[in-house]
């Protein structure tokens, strides 16, 4: 998967909030932790998912996770198990669930929710060590988590 | 990558404990305590070996230069009262933070330090995190070097642990992580570039090569709740002086060993 100056463009574009998302606190899980309907009705851009997932900023899911079509950033984790072939061990829904709260899949993960505003213990503003101000903004806007399932639905064994 | 396997002696003769049995009271939460110097990489782990090559040590010998200068109304300075430091501060570190009678309270090394500073000297406080105090806290630590951590948690030291206990184990900030998310079930493991420890203090106060200075345990502490996108504590807070009574006594039986250094 090659960045592009142009990708990472279009997704700092394609990050604001849109009125018509699904806002995280409205987000339906169903009985298995996963989320059937799409969060913003629009398909998600798989370049740009891998962006997301392997910068700090954004999902940094390579802190945790193996990633092999991500070989070219540097340093994956071990705290969660390789995602290589996670496109064939999860359907949609299932991914959009792992990624808006992993807690409703697995219990008691270590896996952060990366649409999930509120319920949390000391919410600080990003990484300043402060207080929040005001309401929470989501880790990872609608529209990102909808490309991160697209990029994970690449990954096959 | 670090040798998990090493085992560190310092100087060629001053042997450390660096994997000891779990304490009781972690009711089998592990069954062995680790240095932090185990998950460090070789070239790191080098440089805690010989005290030539450690750059904490030159904060300890500026804090030896500090024992003995006069500062505050009173006319006195640490000499005045403790005299000889290699005497009178052996096995202190070892046992802090500690219940102090008078005072009521659970007491850090760097609190005792300004408690003197104020009422014995007639001094100003060191700032908490601040150079002076780190490199004072690392001279008398220094003094206990290999001798095993043991810090009390009964008695009126109590409350104080399971309060320190609760904020090991609560989850905070927005990725809600607890310390023992990252340093109990996962230490040994890769996070991005980093390789978990089980985030013992030991070896506080550390040197870190990134920072290039010397840090103690609150310092720490802040930079990891930090990152777990939350609000931090303050160094010095009984917040922070609990927690830090809890995750000593969770390194029970491991060797004092600062300075230590990290990266």
Known sequence: MKLTSLTLAASLIGSAALAS???????????????????TGMAGDAANGA??????????????????????????????????????????????????????????????????????????????GKAAEGPLTPILTAQEIEDVIAFLATLKE | MADESADLVVNGDLKMVIRAPAPAHLDGAVDEVTSGWIYRSDETQELQMDDFDNPGMIFVDQALEQWDAVDGTEGKACASCHEDVESSMTGVRAVYPKWNEAAGEVRTLAHQINDCRENQMGAEKWKYTGG????????????????????????????????????????????????????????????????????????????????TKLNNAHARFKGCVRDTRAETYKPGSSDFVALELYVASRGNGLSVEAPSVRN
């Open chain 2, 132 to 211: 002076k105090m780190t490199a004072m806290e690392a001279l008398i630590s220094v003094q206990s070097r290999g001798m095993p951590v043991n810090v009390a948690i009964d008695g009126p030291a109590q409350a104080t642990w399971e309060k320190g206990k609760d904020m090991y184990y609560t989850r905070t900030g927005q990725l809600d992580l607890s310390c023992a998310n990252c340093h109990e079930e996962n230490y040994g493991n890769m996070i991005r570039a980093d390789h978990l420890s089980q985030g013992q203090i030991n070896g506080f106060p550390v040197y870190r090569l990134k920072n």
């Open chain 1, 21 to 39: 998302d699904v806002a995280p606190k409205d987000v339906m899980f169903n009985e298995d932790g996963g989320v059937d309907a799409s969060l």
């Open chain 1, 51 to 128: 962006i997301i997932a392997g910068t700090k900023s954004k999902g940094n899911c390579v802190a945790c996770h193996a990633i092999s079509a991500l070989a070219d950033v540097p340093f994956h984790g071990e705290v969660g198990p390789t995602l290589d072939g996670a496109g064939d061990r999860w359907d949609t829904a299932e991914m959009r669930g792992l990624l808006a709260d992993a807690k409703m899949t697995f219990d008691g993960t270590v896996m952060p929710a990366f649409y999930k505003v509120d319920g949390f213990t000391r919410p600080g503003d990003a990484y300043t």
